[in-house]
DNA sequence: CTGAAAGCGCTTACAG
DNA sequence: CTGAAAGCGCTTACAG
């Protein structure tokens, strides 16, 4: 055979309508499932579509449609756990609904952030999901996108001050909870290691903890009490000279799991038992946590999941709007954490029965 | 003012004309920067657009250069860390060269392999990147790819036998230099604790190893080698029952960092000193391998990096074929992996240097 | 149930 | 350097 790379041509509904001997609008029906076509045509239309090997144009029918069942998400990092995890969820709504997405990653840069808002619109998203950047401290390209007609829905890095539909954690109540965990297991004097107090998630991961101790009427002396305390190596350091202390804490809750691995060390360093002297309960439910000894309790934030939300928080009330009966008025979601229980933070009860870890799905 | 939802129409180059006074094309070639429009002109035009808020739009242009400047990408699985790094490295390279990049999760389901490569078909992407899925057995769909003229390039989880770019890891290689880095610490009874032996990967892991203990002229005894050891507790248990022979391993290479931390468990079971008196090297440089006491050695695939290179086969190879002086008939790239050493494999030296643990960027 | 026609917004030969 | 015209492949009122 001659060699030689001739250009294939893409095949067109219009090659199709003339294969079948109708017309190409009536082929685009056929396709499109139409109720004003007829099954027998149908099935022609189908079979000879497959025959010819014909690829739908997506770029065609967008444009035409002015709408292109795609959407866009925009995350600081695409490889950090949380967000991968986020992403994995948003794509399994889009699998379900049949649309595109698109993924950018802002890099904790405002500019980028901002560049891929452009992008977004450009490729004529139908909506935008967004997890703000550490730099984001305005508002105007979140602006563009309402302004262009697309939804947005940001989740968990908002900006609350923005009209839109928003998804976020509990901090606040996961938090809460964690400390009522210990507080059930008998532990009296419990630390709290924080992160930077300026963000408002780890402000409130802080009142959470404040709210539970206040609620059980507990003392605890305020250098129990360390804000940044993010990083392994400061935790040990800062849980050791706690532990050091005439009256030391009986017990860590930590806002990063890194920071309750840290406190582990430093427990084993001064000879004290997990869970039975020292009980430790950190947050994300980081993989390590599973795989540590005594492995480690943590909040899990339920990642997955909340993508899943959020990109249904489209689906379910801006596409389908009314189906769920739910105003589609700026909604505000909150994902519930759920209290990882491991060994480092259920002691054996007196009578003898040992509270078993939950079981996880990482999926 | 009366309220009411006017939709607005989207600006288009024929807005901007009808503004400035000129042609649409010559808008549009004024906005591409195209060398045959007068710099006042292109001021006057840009400036006009960014008043208007105008906004490019990718489908009307892509229908009509039949090029989409998008890249697709499918994967088993989105939130697997080497996954995670290896798209953050695909978007990079994407992003530095201007394309939209669309992900595909098949969930190591062959049908949904098959329905991504339908949608990006669909989607007039330019270039396909793929790991294939673990039920992949066929490549009736890849066929379909380059059929429309798609470009593609397999990573990772590739069909050798298919005619396509492709790029994976040095496995063997890896394995070998692991089992080298062993060796040079002094270890002797070097124990194996592969994978399902029957996936090209983990037969080539054990290769490795084989080929480093033949050229060192060591002896193993056959039981030392052991396969399906991908999990923590299995590998417990096993490297328990080794450590307990008359004659037990000295150290262990196991193709997954879950093993090396059930084989650390073991050590520590047994009241063996790791790495006095066992060594431990495992695979992958998984996150935890840094809070294990001691830490884990570990094989580090430089995900992110194949990402780059990925994306990076399409763009310099493809689209700017020649740049580089290589053919851009089905190049077959290795990236090299690279050995982390830390503490559970780095013995002190007799004559009391101690080689530092590689640092290790995983950004 | 089927078809003819218009048009989505852009780019690109071609002409001037 | 600028413009008029065609067309990418589809969808959608509208007519029959």
Chains 1, 2 share one sequence.
Not at 153 to 159: A, E, H, I, N, T
Not at 287 to 307: D, H, R
Request: aromatic content about 6%; some cysteine; glycine content about 6%.
């Amino acid at each position: 055979m001659p060699g030689g790379k001739e250009k294939k041509k893409r095949i067109t509904i219009r090659d199709i309508a003339n294969a079948v001997g109708i017309a190409p609008s009536s082929v685009s029906k056929a396709l499109n499932d139409l109720p004003t076509i007829s099954e027998n045509m149908k099935t022609l239309v189908r079979a000879k579509a497959r025959e010819l090997n014909y690829k739908h144009n997506s770029n065609a029918a967008n444009l035409r449609r002015g709408t292109s069942r795609t959407i866009g998400v925009i995350v600081p990092k695409i490889n950090v756990a949380f967000f991968a995890d986020i992403i994995a969820g948003i794509e399994q709504a889009c699998f379900e609904n049949d649309h595109r997405l698109i993924i950018c990653q802002s890099d904790e840069s405002f500019e980028r952030e901002v560049q891929a808002v452009e992008t977004l619109i450009q490729q004529n998203v139908d909506c935008v999901l967004i997890s703000l950047s550490q730099e984001t401290k305005t508002t105007d390209h979140l602006k563009e996108i309402t302004n262009h007609n697309i939804q947005l829905v940001q989740f968990d890095r908002v900006d609350h001050t923005f009209g839109s539909h928003i998804l976020v954690n509990d901090n606040l109540e996961a938090s809460f909870k964690a400390v009522q965990h210990l507080i059930s297991q008998g532990y009296k004097r419990i630390a709290f290691f924080g992160g930077p107090d300026h963000l408002p998630l780890y402000k409130e991961r802080k009142q959470g903890y404040l709210d539970a101790i206040r609620k059980a009427g507990l003392t605890i002396p305020y250098n129990f009490i360390v804000d940044n305390m993010l990083k392994k190596e400061p935790a040990r350091t800062a849980a050791t000279e706690l532990l050091r202390l005439k009256v030391a804490p009986d017990a860590f809750f930590t806002v990063s799991d890194y920071a309750a691995l840290g406190v582990l060390k430093a427990a084993q360093d001064c000879g004290k038992k997990v869970p039975e002297e020292i009980g430790i309960i950190g947050f994300s439910n980081e993989a390590f946590t599973e795989v540590t000894s005594p492995t480690l309790s943590s909040v899990s934030q339920q990642s997955k999941k909340m993508g899943r939300e959020t990109a249904n928080v489209y689906f379910n009330h801006v596409l389908n709007p009314g189906a769920d009966g739910k105003s589609s008025h700026s909604l505000k979601l909150v994902i519930e954490s759920s209290i990882i229980e491991r060994e480092s933070s259920v002691r054996k009860i007196k009578n003898g029965l040992k509270k078993k870890a939950t079981a996880v799905n990482r999926e």
